[in-house]
């Protein structure tokens, strides 16, 4: 197109044409290669001109991919297209990999290039093992494991604390990967009582918390949780299971309660109008005589429905009297009624009735 003015007076004009290489190269491939994946690599190769081409198409590779063939013949008629097939194969190393096409043809060389990555099928697994040791003993540990083998990096631990043997415990629990209310508080709540262990053990990569994220700071992850619970409460003194949540969960809402309460024990500011409507609420639902039927199995054959005391209850009434608060008139109601109790929830009452200072 072209345009042209002169004063005041303008003009143009325009002609259609063809933009293409003589041959136009595309190659068909998937998005990313798992460890192991074989395929069918397509090459199409169009001919724009009005002769015909005799081609050679070559293929090199860079990176974790390797292929059966890498070279092959193609005719293409004028105004045509022609195909050839190459057989890739992902080979069990994790990177990336460069494939370039090349074909050759009417005195001219033709490139297509695609960088791809070989990426694992599954997420981040992980295997742990522990075990104990007298002075001057020998032990070989065996890491066998079904995994890549370039992607496997190992970690060995040895303390004196008895509590390195559920390393791999706390490694869950501080890289949960949801935020809801339970996974938030499991994450936090180890962090409150076993800072300096968990600082010292859990591997030295970030710990990301919903909301924030820190380099191995526990009291910050603790904060945060904090933070984030008393923003999920709702107008009845509950919280919600995930943010921006309009219904209440009871079970949650113990839970949180529970970690309120321990955090301020452990000097964390916590806001003292929060842990109150969630006290009330607590002890509004504990009045609920809620009980679940359980059924037993014998030799695969149903025998027997119990019923039971919902869980919430007994947990409810623990923490109400972890917080000085305690519901004494359903706490005597239960203690009167074990029948309703299971062997835990037997435990969880007998520790209200302690905390409440009757033994």
């Not at 998005?31 to 690599?41: A, H, N, V």
């Not at 005719?75 to 190459?86: L, Q």
């Not at 004196?160 to 996974?183: S, T, W």
């Not at 869980?311 to 109400?320: F, G, H, Q, T, W």
Request: net charge neutral; with cysteine; aromatic share 10%.
């Amino acid at each position: 197109m072209a345009v042209a003015y002169k004063d005041k007076s303008f003009g143009s004009a325009s002609k259609s044409m063809v933009v293409a290489d003589p041959l136009v190269v595309n190659t068909g491939l998937p998005r990313f290669f798992s460890p192991g994946d074989e395929i069918e690599m397509p090459v199409n190769i169009s001919n724009t001109t009005a002769k015909n081409a005799n081609t050679t198409v070559t293929i090199s590779i860079t990176g974790p991919v390797e292929a059966s063939t890498t070279t092959e013949k193609v005719t293409v008629s004028a105004n045509r297209e022609g195909n050839t097939v190459f057989k890739l194969k992902a080979l069990p190393v994790m990177g990336n990999a460069k494939i370039k096409v090349s074909v050759n043809g009417m005195n001219e060389t033709f490139v297509d290039e695609t960088e791809i990555t070989v990426r694992p099928a599954t997420s981040l697994l992980k295997t742990a093992t522990s075990g104990t040791m007298q002075a001057g003993q020998n032990k070989t540990l065996e890491l066998d494991a079904d995994f890549i083998p370039s992607s496997v990096e190992a970690r060995l631990v040895v303390s004196k604390n008895p509590m390195a043997e559920f390393i791999d415990r706390f490694q869950y629990l501080v890289h949960y990967p949801h935020g809801c209310a339970e996974q938030t508080i499991s994450a936090a709540f180890p962090q409150l009582y076993f800072a300096e262990f968990v600082k010292g053990a859990v591997n030295k990569k970030k710990i990301r918390l919903e909301g924030g994220e820190s380099d191995l700071n526990p009291s910050y992850n603790v904060k945060e949780a904090v933070r984030k619970i008393q923003g999920m409460q709702l107008y009845n003194g509950a919280v919600s299971y995930w943010q921006g949540g309009y219904s209440e969960s009871w079970w949650s809402s113990v839970y949180a309660a529970h970690f309120l309460i321990e955090c301020k024990k452990a000097g964390y500011d916590v806001d003292n109008s929060v842990l109150d409507r969630l006290l009330e609420y607590i002890n509004y639902r504990t009045n609920s005589k809620l009980v679940e039927s359980y059924p037993y199995y014998e030799n695969g054959q149903l025998i027997d429905h119990r019923k039971y005391v919902a869980r919430e209850i007994v947990y409810s009434l623990y923490v109400l009297s972890r917080a000085g608060k305690p519901n004494r008139p359903v706490m005597n109601y239960y203690k009167a009624n074990q029948g309703f109790l299971t062997t835990d929830e037997k435990y969880m009452l007998a520790g209200a009735f302690a905390l409440s200072s009757d033994k």
